[in-house]
């Protein structure tokens, strides 16, 4: 047994900078002779730009350089580009209207970057840009997801008529519209489901600098993945080739989808360093931030399910719209379609599934993955179309989930929308979480609380997604215009320590830790010993980063096979030494033992040995450092069931959340406790989208209505309860780990489980979220 | 540019601002204190508490010259001789912090709250913490470190 290995709740090694103020986030990052830059952006949610004049604000105290997107063109910067490309209706890709680095002919959204300030200090900086002078002629704008596309509604893009960049279906419609017509049942459900700000703590920043002696640029640059910003930056925008472009992404203070993508004032810091032959930085305030990032989330759906006369689904029918903003982001259109889609047939064996999706520009800011991205929107309608249903039918929630389940012998499983799930038992989670949650005893806690005047709820969630992303062969068949493997060197150094270069990207996760615990459970080697490194170009090799809960169950198992070729290597040195067949020796535990005997060498003697090989085995290398690329073979498909219980006081609307039970399926978890802080912290964000937050533009003028933590409704501590957290694993026959992703888990099975429980407890149908107490109030008053 | 003193984690420290700098301006940009975070600018996030004269202050929201004189705190003189402060190692041991982006200001916030809530019940402690945002953890965590470090800070 390998102490502080697979299972250990070890306490987190880079704690210990974050706790005395020691870590290195990028706004923490300062170079010599530094400047600072600062974007002019639109006030108007659609202009066209008649003219921009800036001297006066070139000539202004402390100005180094003002910019326009014409500077950048003629440097034959490219513009930001959109990854994805699926296939719509009718065999038409989705369009993709080009996107400049900062605009040239309209402003699109509130917050579109015309210029760029470059100053000794943000502050000259700032007021340089009030010194700019744009001439805008206003244009009619449109916000709405629903309107975007309505016949006289404002044209974005040339190349978008009616404002649609896709129409995309999935499914056999005939067949569904059949099993409709002969249904013994049908229940329908209109759900919007409400735009998120993704707003992790650390706002987005980025220092440019360049070396002219080497012609290289160094970025350094809040990013999930600084491999994948530097191809794009590389590839498509032309800021430099690969090998004279660094991208660093230090300790990054939260990401949750947002910090994925290439961004506009992270390519001018790099442009503008080499420009200007000084470093640059830029750090978003909290303002920007809202303008700025993208969004998540979105979709106005009606979904329909058709039924048998005992409850079993035999069709369901879906027809949704997604807000894409005002130009497609990275992921952009794939999210909406692919990653929506094929989960919408969740844990149950609905037969056949049809999805019209309807892909939308508008005057916002773009919309594109954030935490979760599509599979939350996917289960939310599915598991309030469940509950719909099970009202319809008289049925308890419970018991129509039980006579739909995917059965855990059926694994694995086929669904009707391309995924093909590896394991998995539904009825397993669902039992214990209502173990766990007293789901027989809620009539009488209901019965207590109605004497203390108080509505009482209870809502379940049955969920599963689609995560560690991806097959490379899969995604790409899709649309997607990268592999989604994984990459892991896995390096002992001459005197026993082991150095571990990772393709993903730690922003809160714990991957020191929970990496190396895997090598040291492999290799035996006390975790102290270990060292993971990441977000650095020039250190690691290429790596596809983190996103789509892919860390663990791709790149773990990257580091893993490295390890193992270790060991391969490492069984060629120690039987040359120990003098014995390279078939008779065994590893465990960190040594190397001639089978059958006492004969043994640990795995620090064989390292050092191959940096010092002067009794060597013959055609070995020197040297015991080792790359391992992993593609997985089928996504990880988490699942589990969640309850929430809640009370409501009918008089203010105002809610509690008295319980929340979580039962998931991650396989096997490397550290316990990481694991459950992410389930806490994904509840959260569910619950968030729930009760709190949501992105509102107005209607008439375009304004980001809520542009601020006073606008928008964070979640604090005040708003939540403590969770109870269980688990219900099954082994995934494609993860050499048997490991599940678990990041993105609470985000996705939260929101139907909250708001099931508030229509429980109000006996409605439906409430739209965010379920706020004015809306929770109004509906308690009209429902008696 | 005017000149401010003050005394920062035991240290006497001064240097010239402009009259708009905010204090945790001049933590970070001075004095090169870039545990003291900002998360927002409508102070509502709580990243960028310290104290000042022994109260947790959210230092966007004082002018550094109207720190002039005063005792500052930062997350950075905690620890002692090398051993973390209880709230520190409470928060290590509980989990109570992901990205560590809020960390500092939320450590910041609760020795403040325990010292004015000795033995602080949970509802106590996620009222008093209402205005330091956290987006990792769902708060769950930082509730039972504080906890743990208000048993210990008390004994």
Known sequence: MVENGIGASLRRKEDNRFLTGKGNYTD?????????????????????????????????????????????????????????????????V??????????????????????????????????????????????????????????????LHEECPDNVALDWELGDKAAVDAAFASAAKTASVDLINNRMVTNPMEPRAAVGEYNSGTDEITLYVTSQNPHVHRLVMSAFMNIAPEHKFRVVAPDVGGGFGSKIFTYNEEAICAWAAKKINRPVKWTADRSEAFLSDAHGRDHVTTAEMALDADGKFLAMRVSSKGNMGAYLQLFSVSIPTLF?????????TTPVIYLEMRCVMTNTAPVDAARGAGRPEATYLLERLVDVSALEMGLDPAEIRRRNFIKAEQMPYQTPVVQCYDSGDYDASLDKVLANADYDGFAARKAEAKGRGKLRGIGLSAYIEACGVAPSAAVGSLGVGVGLWESAQVRFNPTGGVTVFT????????????????????????????????????????????????????????????????IAKGKKIAAHTLEASEDDIEFGEGNFTVAGTDKTMSIAEVAFTAYVPHNYPEGVEPGLDEIAFFDPLNFSFPAGAHVCEIEIDPDTGTLEIVNYTAVDDFGV?????????????????????????????????????????????????????SFNVDYAPTVPIHNPLGVKGCGEAGAIAAPPAVINAIVNALGIKHLDMPATAEKVWRAAQAAG | MPTVSMTVNGQAVSGEVEGRTLLVQ???????????????????CGACVVHVNGDSMKSCTMLAAQANGADVITIEGLAKGGEMHPMQQAFM?????????????????????????????????????????????????IVKAVQQAAKVMGG
Not at chain 1, 112 to 126: C, G, N, R, S, Y
């Open chain 1, 669 to 721: 978890l490397v550290n316990p406790m990481i694991v459950e802080g992410q389930v806490h912290g994904g509840l959260a964000h569910g619950i968030g989208q729930a009760l709190l937050e949501g992105c509102v533009y107005d209607d008439d003028s375009g304004q980001l209505i809520t542009g601020s933590f006073q606008d928008y409704c964070m979640p604090r501590a005040d708003n939540l309860p």
């Open chain 1, 94 to 155: 989705n369009k993709a209207p080009p996107r400049n680095v900062l605009t040239m002919d309209k402003a699109r959204f509130v917050g579109d970057p015309i210029a760029v300030v470059i100053a000794e200090t943000l502050a000259q900086a700032k007021d340089g840009a009030e010194l700019i002078a744009v001439d805008y002629t206003e244009l009619p704008s449109v916000v709405s997801t629903s309107g975007a596309d309505a016949p006289g509604a404002p044209q």
């Open chain 1, 340 to 348: 929506h889609g094929f989960l919408l047939a969740g844990q149950y």
């Open chain 1, 28 to 92: 923490d990052i300062n170079r010599p002779g530094q400047t600072h830059a600062y974007l002019l952006r639109s006030p108007h949610a659609h202009a066209t730009i008649n003219s921009i004049e800036i001297a006066a604000a070139k000539s202004a105290p402390g100005v180094v350089a003002v910019f326009v997107g014409q500077d950048l063109v003629a440097d034959a910067v490219g513009g930001l580009v959109c990854g994805a490309s699926v296939t719509g209706k009718g065999g038409e």
């Open chain 2, 93 to 141: 041991d509980n989990h109570g912090l992901q990205c560590g982006f809020c960390t500092p200001g939320m450590v910041m916030s609760a020795i403040d709250l325990v010292v004015k809530h000795p033995n602080p019940d949970e509802a106590t402690i996620r009222a008093e913490l209402e205005g330091n945002i956290c987006r990792c953890t769902g708060y769950h965590n």
């Open chain 1, 503 to 566: 393709g993903t990207h730690s922003h809160g996760q714990g991957h020191e830790t929970a990496f190396a615990q895997l090598v040291t459970e492999r290799l035996g080697v006390p975790v102290e010993n270990v060292e993971v490194v990441h977000g650095d170009t020039d250190k690691g090799q290429f790596g596809m980063g983190t996103y789509g809960s892919r860390s663990l169950p791709v790149g773990g198992v990257a580091i893993v096979n490295a390890c193992d070729k270790i």
């Open chain 2, 26 to 44: 001049f933590l970070r940009e001075n004095l090169n204190l870039t545990g003291t975070h900002v998360g927002c600018d409508t102070s509502q």
